[in-house]
Antibody, heavy 116, light 109 residues
Framework: QVKLVESGGGVVQPGGSLRLSCAAS????????MHWVRQAPGKGLEVVAFIQYYESDKYYADSVKGRFTISRDNSKNTLYLQMDTLRPEDTAVYYC?????????WGRGTLVTVSS | QTVVTQEPSLTVSPGGTVTLTCASSTGAVTSGNYPSWFQQKLGQAPRSLIH???NRHSWTPARFSGFLLGGKATLTLSDVQPEDEADYYCLLYFGGARVFGGGTKLTVL
């Protein structure tokens, strides 16, 4: 069965960096686009970044453009989100999500807290 | 900045029918926006319900139906069950951009 397991969350000071990982299994990872979606405490969902299966096509929300980088290693079935220059408003649960226009599976999420 | 609008909250009785809508600030929602719908229960990760306006995933109960109607994407829940109480989000695609609606809190009462 499809499994998406996020890791790498934690507490970081403003201006700091974190790298999130998403280990994928149960499907041919290299054939599917992937998203990172976040949800701030008590708030709605926001697409943070997207990457096509062939890696060259990426999308970033305006709120993270220039600070976050999405990447993938198809040989390791793993999706990444490098988050730099973190701000308190980046505090959220970050979900790894499979699919392009037909999003289907979600991970359970990893919590990122940006606080001094 | 494109804004996607949903009803903030709706209430429905058990066994009843309710329709949630998803509108775009750029104009009519079309199949080219690939409307998707998601359900999120308290303390859980979201779950995908509908993609491409009207296509259910294999796990989506038949009482959930998606349509394009009156320039909006809609999600209709029929024979509502107590376990359908949740937040519901739509997602629209605008070329490269992907924008969620603010969500609808559905209360079953």
């Amino acid at each position: 069965q499809v499994k998406l397991v996020e890791s790498g969350g934690g507490v970081v000071q403003p201006g700091g960096s974190l790298r999130l990982s998403c280990a994928a299994s149960g499907f041919t990872f290299s054939r599917f686009a992937m998203h990172w979606v976040r949800q701030a405490p008590g708030k709605g969902l926001e697409v943070v970044a997207f990457i096509q299966y062939y890696e060259s096509d990426k999308y970033y929300a305006d709120s993270v453009k220039g600070r976050f980088t999405i990447s993938r290693d198809n040989s390791k079935n793993t999706l990444y989100l490098q988050m730099d220059t973190l701000r308190p408003e980046d505090t959220a649960v970050y979900y790894c999500v499979k699919g392009d226009w037909a999003v289907d599976y979600w991970g359970r999420g990893t919590l990122v807290t940006v606080s001094s | 900045q494109t804004v996607v609008t949903q009803e903030p909250s709706l209430t429905v009785s058990p066994g009843g029918t309710v329709t949630l809508t998803c509108a775009s600030s750029t104009g009519a929602v079309t199949s080219g926006n690939y409307p998707s719908w998601f359900q999120q229960k308290l303390g859980q990760a979201p779950r995908s319900l509908i993609h491409s306006a009207s296509n259910r995933h294999s796990w989506t109960p038949a009482r959930f139906s998606g349509f394009l109607l009156g320039g909006k994407a809609t999600l209709t829940l029929s024979d509502v069950q107590p376990e359908d109480e949740a937040d519901y989000y739509c997602l629209l695609y605008f070329g490269g951009a992907r924008v969620f609606g603010g969500g609808t809190k559905l209360t079953v009462l």
